[in-house]
């Protein structure tokens, strides 16, 4: 209420100002004030006040009561007179005016507080009402049904546009009559008048209807089928002081319903046929049901035998790895023993050991991609998505391979970030890939050098990461780059030719990027080849 705007209008300019500081000083923000009731109806216009201080008596062609009138009537601007003294006459035209209050000069600031607080109070319930009346009149008048409302005597005080037209009456010659010679219904079946449905709900306060097969006679004497309702409208205190009568239409629902009627009857009929010949073809489908039941019991027994056969594969693989690693192990250390304390060693002794050595180097890949790819046929493979540090899987490959690089000449660079760059994705299947693309870089790169790079892009919230490993190895035709990706195939530069392994690395690579989610692929010139793995 402090925040109230309000319009001071005195055409006595000392007054004004006075009225003005302790408006102010109660706390209202400065009010704007005027000397004469016509600047009264222009600034009400322009500022649209919350409440406008009005002396009764005004000097000018329009007195207080006047500019009253015409900005409580235009504006729905509460009015307070500011009055010394008036003659009968003016109080009586102020009267009519309905203001929200008098303040008698001189007066009191507290008598002014609390005087515009009750009057904003007032007026600010009396349009929350008005707009209250208005939602539930608009309400009525549109609803789908019939509306009829009585007071507690059973006149009617309201009918919407649904019941006039159904009754043939309009609500102008209806107000205030008796809802009995309005609202005229008969039973169906004995034709005999129905008690008023008002009446009892007036005396037992509660939700009522009338019985099934009522008929409403119109005004014009036309017969329509209805259902009703009615409830009594209560105050505060529990009191009925009226009654809501609803009611519909229902001639097309009772033709529906016999539709309906009608439509079962011919189901019926229907049904009796097709039941015989439902009862054959369920005879039928039991045959069926058996024999596919027989079926899927074969098809679970060979899905077990299947289960078996592959954990027995599983074993024999874990065990065939274990064993090749175990022997393995003893080839290099037997030949790396050789190859230090054997003494000297003629060319042809030390060209074949460092040949077993590089081959015993190369089984352990191509047990891994044996495994790898057994597992990836079978859907047994397991992807375990976590945070990892790309740089430092990079890193561990690049250790892992320099001794295979360095043997052969060829400078082996990365240009890894040293920071961690962190994606989440498989750990394992990320260090085979990488293992796998640098090993076949180093065995295609005769001379020059083996780096790795990375890079990383974004593209709104997604980020691409791209790790690329690059020889200086002999190109690979175009015709020929898809199938390097195949299974048991490798290429050189210029044909396919007889594999020293199994040809599995590259091919397990792209069948474990494409479980992370990655895909590789190889980018071939003249000097130069590039397998890219990139991850999103």
């Known amino acids: ?73 235009r504006f729905d601007i509460p009015i307070i007179y500011l009055t010394a003294y008036a003659d009968e006459d003016t109080l009586k035209r102020a009267k009519i005016t309905e203001p929200y209050g008098y303040i008698v000069k001189p007066f009191k600031d507290r008598e002014v507080h609390i005087t515009i607080d009750m009057a904003l109070y007032r007026h600010q319930m009396e349009r929350k009402l008005r ?12 609803i789908g049904d019939a509306v009829v409302a009585t007071d507690r005597t059973g006149l009617i005080t309201f ?58 006679i119109a005004r014009n004497g036309k017969e329509i089928p209805i259902d009703e309702s009615t409830a009594p409208i209560k105050d505060d205190k529990g009191n009925v002081t009226g009654v809501i009568l609803v009611f519909r239409d229902i001639t097309e629902r009772e033709r529906a319903e016999e539709e309906l009627r009608r439509a079962y009857a011919e189901l019926e009929e229907r049904v009796a046929v097709r039941t015989a010949d439902l009862a054959l073809t369920n005879k039928h489908l039991t045959q069926e049901i058996e024999q596919r039941k027989r079926a899927e019991k074969w098809l679970q027994e060979k899905n077990i035998e299947l289960k078996n056969a592959t954990a027995a594969r599983d074993r024999f693989l874990a065990n065939m790895s274990h064993q090749l690693r175990v022997a393995l192990g003893d080839v290099n250390g037997f030949t790396e023993a050789l190859l230090q304390v054997a003494g000297p060693l003629s060319e042809v002794q030390e060209r074949q050991l460092q040949a077993i050595r ?31 540090n790309v740089a430092g899987v990079a890193r561990e490959v690049m250790g892992a391979l320099k001794p295979l690089a360095e043997e052969k000449g060829l400078k082996f660079l990365d240009e890894v970030p040293e920071e961690q760059v962190i994606i989440h994705t498989d750990r394992r299947a990320l260090s085979q890939i990488l293992l796998n693309l640098t090993n076949h870089a180093i065995d295609f790169t005769e001379m020059g050098k083996v780096h790795l790079e990375f890079a990383q892009q974004q593209d709104g919230r997604e980020t691409t990461t791209a790790i690329s490993v690059i020889g200086t190895g ?63």
Not at 21 to 30: F, K, N, T, V, W
Not at 133 to 142: D, V
């Open 1 to 73: 209420m402090l925040e109230a705007k309000i319009l001071i209008v005195e055409d006595e300019g000392i007054e004004a100002l006075d009225i003005q500081h302790r408006l102010i000083s109660l706390g209202y923000p400065s009010p704007e004030f005027v000397f004469s009731g016509e600047d009264a109806i222009k600034k009400a216009e322009d500022i649209c006040p919350d409440l406008v201080l009005m002396d009764i008596m005004l000097n000018g062609e329009i007195d207080g009561v006047t500019a009253a009138e015409q900005i409580h009537a």
């Open 131 to 142: 707009e209250s009346e208005k939602w539930l009149a608009t309400t009525l008048r549109s």
């Open 159 to 216: 009918m919407n546009t649904v019941a006039e037209n159904l009754t043939g009456w309009k609500m102008e010659d209806v107000a205030n009559k008796k809802l009995s010679e309005v609202f005229k219904v008969i039973n169906r079946g004995t034709r005999r008048p129905i008690d008023n449905p008002v009446t009892r709900v007036i005396v037992e306060g509660a939700i009522g209807g009338l019985a099934s097969h009522t008929i409403l």
């Open 358 to 388: 590089r081959d015993a180097r190369r089984l352990p890949f191509v047990i891994n991609d044996l495994l790898d790819l057994a597992k990836i046929e079978s859907g047994t493979v397991e992807m375990r998505r976590e945070p990892v």
């Open 474 to 536: 002999s190109s690979t035709r175009d015709e020929h780059q898809k199938k390097l990706l195949e299974a048991f195939r490798q290429l050189d530069g210029t044909s396919l030719r007889p594999p020293d392994g199994t040809g599995l690395g590259l091919h397990v690579s792209q069948r474990l990027a494409q479980l992370i989610g990655g895909e590789i692929s190889l980018k071939s010139v003249y000097g130069k080849s590039t397998f890219t793995l990139t991850l999103k």
